[in-house]
T-cell receptor
């Protein structure tokens, strides 16, 4: 158990709908990362937050948004869903910078199926 | 921008045979390198990481990797494979402290008896 908690574990929804994925980082971790894993694209970095502020942005679509709350949990919002958004969405967390020896820990992911 | 290429999508080995999973990276600046493992229906677990210092890095479960700057490689090895090593392995890179990791496409290691 990495200590990173993601909910829901599985989600099936229809095209055009909106969903919210939730992530609770490890206790004490200030950085949260979101990744999308699909068969064709592999593991794609979406976005990173540090202590409530956006730190880095990757291949995140405009239909997707995220935020990190004062209690450090994070939510990834996916809207106007398309079939191609079906994927495993990972949240990860780290204390701050891993260069100081901290590790990035991954949750078990949220499976999203768009039908 | 940095990138990672995992040269083999699948690597089949026999139990107790040596394992080598290949990873090459591209970056114009200093890099930090990682190997993660993903077991079925689980998240990613860190095997080992190279930040600085010794270029031979030892990780968990008997794995190690060697950073070769001249070859821009960070291959993962293990002298003797176990059935429990069967999983998906990801190489990752970042060129700045604290930024997100960029992952390769992954290599599926299968182990047969």
């Amino acid at each position: 158990d990495s200590g990173v908690t993601q909910t829901p574990k599985h989600l099936i929804t229809a095209t055009g709908q909106r969903v919210t994925l939730r992530c609770s980082p490890r206790s004490g971790d200030l950085s949260v990362y979101w990744y999308q894993q699909s068969l064709d694209q592999g593991l794609q970095f979406l976005i990173q937050y540090y202590n409530g502020e956006e730190r880095a942005k990757g291949n995140i679509l405009e239909r997707f948004s995220a935020q990190q709350f004062p209690d450090l949990h994070s939510e990834l919002n996916l809207s106007s869903l398309e079939l191609g958004d079906s994927a495993l969405y990972f949240c990860a967390s780290s204390v701050d910078t891993w260069a100081s020896g901290n590790t990035i820990y991954f949750g078990e992911g949220s499976w999203l199926t768009v039908v | 921008a940095q990138s990672v290429t995992q040269l083999d999508s699948q690597v089949p080995v026999f139990e107790e045979a040596p394992v080598e999973l290949r990873c090459n990276y591209s970056s114009s600046v200093s890099v930090y390198l990682f190997w993660y493992v993903q077991y079925p229906n689980q998240g990613l677990q860190l095997l080992l990481k190279y930040l600085s210092g010794s270029t031979l890095v030892k990780g968990i479960n008997g794995f190690e990797a060697e950073f070769k700057k001249s070859e821009t490689s960070f291959h993962l090895t293990k002298p003797s494979a176990h059935m429990s090593d069967a999983a998906e392995y990801f190489c990752a890179v970042s060129d700045q402290a604290g930024t997100a990791l960029i992952f390769g496409k992954g290599t599926t290691l299968s182990v047969s008896s």
